[in-house]
């Protein structure tokens, strides 16, 4: 089949994923369509390009979110414009039933691994006196429950340091809590 002949079942697929899951970054959008297997990873960018070229997804950072991706660039979000709510409210019947309940389930068994790679960001900043600041921080919904500003004096101190605090946050936030609540002998 060519691409022209599934292209509506494709921007449907994507419709709905985004309707499901709102807020998701394109990997995560990417993962999700590429798993249906209905389509290849070109069929699904050119669907997703021409669907934020007709106004029904929108794409950008959400307002006040200081999630950065792993090269230190705000994450981009896409969600659905009034337009695709009303297309995809239309037309939603049009996706098959099999494909509907995988994308739910799908998004259900993977939504934990979403949800912590948006609630555990990192930056790094150039300070004034030529060191880089790291800022690691932990949220819980919209609250930050974990924040640690640490200095380096290389960038490649801090990278790495980035780069640990991604792949390992909850180690690091618990031996913090733990080194700090532990018992000290009495002299």
């Known amino acids: 089949m060519m691409y022209g002949e599934n292209i509506t079942i494709h921007k449907l697929t994507l419709l709905y994923i985004i309707e499901q899951a709102p807020g998701l970054r394109r990997s995560y959008l990417q993962d999700t ?8 990873y070109f069929d699904m960018a050119r669907a ?3 669907l934020i070229d007709m106004g029904l ?10 999630a ?6 705000i994450i981009k979000r896409y969600d659905l414009t009034e337009k695709g709510m009303a297309v995809i409210e ?3 019947h049009q996706i098959p039933p099999a494909t509907r309940r995988f994308i ?4 259900d068994e ?17 300070t004034s006196d030529g060191q880089y600041e790291l800022t690691c921080r ?4 919209n609250d930050t429950s974990f924040l640690l500003k640490i200095r380096f004096p290389t960038e490649e101190m801090a990278q790495k340091a980035s780069q640990i605090w991604r792949e390992r946050s909850d180690d690091v936030v618990n031996m913090l809590i733990h080194s700090l609540l532990i018992d000290t002998p009495e002299e």
């Open 33 to 40: 369509a590429l798993a249906t297997l209905s389509m290849n």
């Open 48 to 50: 997703l390009d021409e």
């Open 57 to 66: 997804v929108y794409v950008g950072a959400r307002k006040g979110e200081e």
């Open 68 to 73: 950065i991706d792993a090269h230190n660039r």
């Open 90 to 92: 239309a037309l939603n």
């Open 104 to 107: 739910s389930q799908y998004l």
């Open 110 to 126: 993977h939504s934990f691994r979403h949800r912590m790679a948006d609630t555990v960001t990192v930056k790094i900043e150039l």
């Open 138 to 141: 932990q949220k819980e919904g």
